[in-house]
């Protein structure tokens, strides 16, 4: 059983950074596929990016270039770095982990893939 705790949500100006933390246990971040995901008034649950065991990451379009994921080994833990943020960005930002692929993945996952999911954790960005 994977327990994923997240943290690190609030409120910014557009133009703003923020970085989201998802805490693992009872798998280790650096073995299976973990990605990042978002609701939005307009999709249930939007890939966002996804990671794999060899750290190669991969990301929706409207991201790439202001949102990096990554992994602290040490720390057993999922970061997502978001940078020049923009009022679509707002949303519930959910961490989620797959084990059954032995951390091969090789695109940006759909929620489906995923299943263990963190609480989620509120951005709210405005202009």
């Known amino acids: 059983q994977v327990q994923l705790v997240e943290s690190g949500g609030g409120s910014d100006q557009a133009g703003g950074s923020r970085r989201l933390s998802c805490a693992a246990s009872?798998?280790?971040?650096?073995?299976?596929?973990m990605g990042w995901f978002r609701r939005t008034p307009f999709e249930e649950r939007e890939a966002v990016a996804t990671?794999?065991?060899?750290?190669?990451?991969y990301y929706a379009g409207n991201v790439e270039g202001r949102f990096t994921i990554s992994k602290d080994n040490a720390k057993n833990t999922l970061y997502l770095q978001m940078n020049s943020l923009k009022p679509e960005d707002t949303g519930m930002y959910y961490c989620?982990?797959?084990?059954?692929?032995?951390?091969?993945?090789?695109?940006?996952?759909?929620?489906?893939?995923?299943?263990?999911w963190g609480q989620g954790s509120q951005v709210t960005v405005s202009s």
């Open positions: 989620a982990a797959a084990v059954s692929w032995g951390g091969h993945c090789y695109e940006l996952q759909q929620a489906s893939d995923f299943k263990y």
């Open positions: 009872g798998a280790a971040v650096t073995e299976i596929c």
């Open positions: 990671t794999n065991k060899y750290g190669d990451s």
